[in-house]
């Protein structure tokens, strides 16, 4: 049984498609109690990393441990096809090729680009030893399941949780697309930040500010990291329930600021303020509807008040640009502020707002706009800053709030008649969810609760298009029950393309009108759903009837499994669609594992240098050692790999194959039609070693069960390193080398390693898939297999649990008394050899000195304690009272037996057999082998 792991695997891959693996594995199951983990789709670029090797063997362990377990559990990969990155790669394929491309053809570059890399990403988790329905998985570009996905949008419009309006969203001016909140990552950013002065322009000021202050020098003093965003200025907001104060500054100004930030706002203009400085103070409050002067442009802002100003920076008055950002939309709505937005998509200024810096990129616009802040007298001070700013998590560039006309998908909507908004009812539907870890409940309990309305539309080709059609007339969204069913209909039939290739009028019903104005004519919105949306639809293409569509399998699932990321991406996009749509979770429970890092604890990545690829451990060591990877760490926390661990890993891999070798090794010769014995029948340390092995089993089941891998590899692979080899497997050798093959100890021997060799080939199944699978084909070969399935995986778990009762209570108490001397004894012999008084445990008269209580039950199982004890003799002194145990090692007495190398007296007195022992003389006899000497 040579390993040579990267050699036989791919051998063991065509043999199990050839069978049909999955096929012939959900045939065995059908009927059985059900246990469906839901696959989240990874994302169709690029070959398969550790990050997605760790996802998929993860769900493997668990489809098979739960098969193992005699469940129903089928297993639907899928993959995420739509989206930007494929977009930006054909870009970068096609290059100026790409101008002379309608959309149609884009997306037909796009499709064949996902094609290949799922193809690519497959022939990855297959080599893995995924079992899955890998000649049919989900594809979100596949027609039936983009008819999903524009069923779910149409419903949501209908239940009227979708909306179109002007918002300050997140933009990515790199790819020139709106993004949701789950699309922006924060990284550290250096920003050029400036203090502005804003002159006071007229309306009615607080009563001590108005006395004590020359209203022609008054200024607030405002604070930005964004200086871009001035030309959009529209308000000065201030916090109602702050204090604020006014200083004169050494150019003779008075400045407003709130009496928190003096001391910090004095350090950054270098005045050297201090709280006596103050000439008067004031509540924000008062401030409400004082009107103040744009910096350059003939504008007047009003003070408004907003409560999310707060004193940890800045000055306690912010500038209001309602275009460009979302608390300042929000107070722009309340105040019915006008939203200026002179930034195009690409991010560079337009119109008569933006100007003197027309055409410009936004951020290299900044240090113009600070030189012009200072020509004009309105600079206060600047300076650089790095702090956290968000950034585009497909591009990694920085990010901007920029209002434009976007789709959403608004939280606190509610349907009509329904009550609770949709919010809520995420919320209800997380509470009824097993969140593992438990954190996992609050995190997305808490992104859920504060989470702005999704913006659900992106400005792309490569997607779903938002199945919308717009009167010419009057611009309203036509709302039509039988064109809604038309539209999915042809999606089903044609996939999304037909969008972009076909008319408006193929998509129109009979009679299809306007509401509003009676129209029949009408245009496609040309926008595409965010991919979040998407992959959140899953659950609707694949939980569902296949006559509706789907692939047959139930709402809602029992698992899903995801990095920690997924609270705000899958797990979240699926909850708030299926509460959405479908009035429920689409999981009973849900599943987190890390990331992998590097020894440092650095996330491995191909930009770091520290990424280790899959396919070069697969190919160095086989794919099993890669599981057992996976098997040995504790996934919920980050999962550390490096060589050397890898080599560790493959060490602990070869212990266990080593012992599956030595039982199939010895099991030579047994047909247990034949040899085996009746459990009762066993010698004692055989019924011992079968009742260990139950509890071994029923320990490693209990994790399975609870997805404890590490903690289920764990006692398997001690089970078979420290207590099956260096213990039961030691001591049975004797019985195994010296016993006549028929000999009844020798046969019992035997009967107790099939029956373990049984167990733990199933055990091992899910793990190490591979091996386990070429033990199970030579047991089925030599006859050793305890039924006729033609895989391991076809298998249940061994029926262990009779196997305790083969062990009384009692008995277990004799076995703990023996085992508590063993330990004894070995420390004692190996002593002995340390001091160079023997050699091998053989050798040796163990005496054990014992209190008078454990002495009778040590005297009669002598026999029993020199084979546990490995040595030749035993003799037992019973102490006085008080005594404590004490394990002596003498020179066994008698001569060595050639043939199994025990001391015996009777060796040298056999005149026939001079060199044998009685025992191996009868083992001869028995073989027919023995001859006079």
Same mark, same amino acid.
């Given at each position: ?68 377990? =005699? ?89 009227? $949780?979708? $909306? ?16 949701? !909140? ?33 209203? #022609? ?128 998509? +690409? ?29 004009? =007298? ?7 800053? @790095? ?62 609760? !504060? ?34 069913? @038309? ?61 509706? *569509? ?16 997924? $609270?705000? *991406? ?98 030579? =010769? ?35 069960? +609870? ?108 076995? #703990? ?25 053989? !050798? ?17 199982? @002598? ?30 007495? *008698? ?39």
């Amino acid at each position: 049984m040579k390993a040579d792991l990267p050699v036989t695997e791919p051998q063991r891959l065509d043999w199990w498609k050839a069978m049909d693996i999955y096929g012939r594995i959900r045939a065995a199951r059908a009927g059985r109690p059900l246990f469906l983990l839901h696959d989240g789709p990874p994302y169709a670029n690029g070959a398969i990393h550790l990050g997605t090797a760790l996802n998929k063997v993860l769900k493997d362990f668990i489809v098979k441990s739960k098969t193992m377990a =005699g469940f129903d559990s089928p297993y639907v990969p899928g993959w995420d096809c739509h989206g930007l990155p494929i977009e930006i790669k054909v870009d970068q394929m096609l290059g100026p090729q790409k101008a002379g491309l309608d959309a149609a053809e884009i997306r037909k570059r796009c499709q064949a680009y996902a094609r290949d890399n799922v193809e690519l990403q497959k022939r990855g988790f297959e080599r893995l030893g995924v079992f899955g329905q890998w000649n049919d998985p989900y594809l979100t570009m596949s027609p039936r399941y983009e008819a999903a996905i524009a069923e779910q949008i149409l419903a949501f419009l209908q239940a009227g $949780y979708a $909306y179109r309006g002007l918002r300050a969203v997140y933009w990515c001016i790199h790819d020139r697309t709106a993004l949701a !909140e789950a699309e922006v990552e924060y990284k550290e950013h250096e920003s050029p930040t400036v203090w502005v002065r804003y002159r006071y322009a007229g309306g009615k000021l607080p009563a001590e500010l108005a006395a004590k202050a020359d209203a #022609r020098e008054l200024a607030a003093a405002v604070w930005t990291t964004t200086p871009w965003t001035l030309p959009a200025s529209v308000a000065l907001a201030f916090h109602p329930e702050l204090e604020y104060v006014a200083v004169r500054s050494r150019s003779g100004a008075t400045l407003l600021l709130a009496a928190a930030r003096l001391e910090a706002v004095s350090d950054a203009l270098g005045e050297g303020w201090s709280r006596e400085d103050a000439i008067a103070r004031f509540r924000g409050s008062e401030m409400e509807g004082v009107r103040f002067a744009h910096p350059w442009l003939e504008r007047e802002e009003p003070a408004v008040m907003a409560n999310y100003i707060t004193t940890d920076q800045g000055s306690g008055i912010v500038h209001t640009a309602p275009g460009h950002g979302a608390e300042d939309f929000s107070t722009g709505e309340k105040y019915k502020l006008p939203v200026l937005c002179p930034v195009d998509a +690409e991010g560079r200024f337009f119109g008569p707002e933006s100007r003197p810096f027309e055409g410009q990129p936004i951020f290299a616009a900044n240090p113009a706009i600070v030189a012009h802040l200072r020509a004009i =007298g309105a600079l206060l001070a600047e300076a650089p800053l @790095r702090h956290s700013y968000p950034h585009c998590w497909r591009c990694h560039n920085p990010v901007i709030f920029r209002a434009t006309e976007q789709w959403f998908i608004g939280l606190d909507r509610a349907p009509a008649g329904a009550g609770a908004s949709l919010r809520q009812r995420a919320l209800a539907a997380i509470a009824g969810v097993r969140w593992q870890p438990a954190w996992g409940e609050e995190r997305i309990r808490q992104m859920v609760a !504060e989470r702005p309305d999704w913006c659900s539309s992106r400005q792309r080709v490569w997607g779903v298009p938002i199945p919308v059609l717009a009167c010419t007339q009057c611009g309203g969204v036509l709302r039509d029950a039988a064109t809604d069913r @038309r539209i999915v209909e042809v999606f089903a039939t044609q996939g999304a393309d037909a969008w972009f290739t076909q008319p408006p009028e193929a998509f129109l019903a009979p009679g299809a009108q306007c509401a509003a104005c009676g129209g029949s004519r009408f245009m496609q919105e040309r926008d595409i759903v965010d991919v979040w949306f998407e992959s959140g639809c899953s659950q609707a293409a694949v939980l569902r009837p296949q006559a509706e *569509g789907g692939f047959g399998l139930p709402f809602p699932a029992d698992l899903y499994l995801e990095g920690g990321d997924q $609270y705000r *991406g899958w797990f979240q996009s699926s909850l708030l669609v299926a509460v959405g749509t479908r009035g429920a979770a689409p999981y009973r429970q849900t599943l987190t594992h890390g990331w992998v890092v590097d020894t440092q604890g650095r996330t491995m990545h191909k930009s770091l240098g520290n990424a280790i690829e899959p396919d070069a451990i697969v190919g160095a060591h086989g794919a099993d050692i890669l599981r057992l990877w996976v098997a040995s760490s504790d996934f919920r926390e980050e999962v550390s790999l490096s060589p050397d661990l890898l080599q560790r890993v493959a060490e602990a891999y070869r212990k266990l194959r080593n012992t599956l070798r030595y039982l199939l090794g010895n099991l030579h =010769g047994f047909a247990p039609e034949r040899d085996a014995l009746p459990l009762p029948e066993l010698a004692p340390l055989d019924r011992r070693l079968l009742a260990e092995t139950a509890r071994m089993a029923l320990d490693v089941e209990h994790e399975y069960a +609870e997805f404890g891998f590490h903690r289920a590899y764990r006692r398997l692979a001690d089970f078979c390193a420290v207590e099956l080899s260096a213990v039961y497997l030691d001591v049975l050798k004797d019985r195994l080398y010296a016993s006549a093959p028929g000999d009844a100890a020798r046969r019992s021997a035997q009967t107790a390693l099939w029956k373990v060799l049984g167990a733990l080939v199933r055990l091992a199944a899910p793990l190490a898939a591979f091996t386990a699978e070429e033990v199970w084909q030579q047991m089925l070969a030599s006859g050793w297999a305890e039924s006729n399935a033609a895989s391991v995986h076809l298998e249940t778990y061994a029926p262990v649990r009779p196997w305790l009762e083969l062990q009384t209570e009692a008995e277990d108490a004799r076995w #703990r008394l023996w085992f508590a001397w063993r330990e004894l004894a070995m420390k004692a012999l190996e002593e002995a050899r340390r001091q160079k008084r023997l050699g091998s445990g053989l !050798e040796a008269r163990l005496e054990l000195c014992a209190p008078a209580e454990e002495a009778a039950p040590l005297e009669a199982a @002598r026999d029993l304690l020199a084979a546990l004890c490995i040595v030749s003799q035993v003799e037992v002194t019973a102490l006085a009272g008080g005594a404590t145990r004490e394990a002596k090692v003498h020179r066994a007495g *008698g001569a060595k037996c050639e043939r199994c190398w025990n001391y015996k007296p009777e060796v040298g007195t056999l005149e026939a057999y001079p060199s044998l022992c009685s025992r191996c003389v009868q083992a001869l006899d028995a073989m027919g082998l023995a001859t006079a000497h």
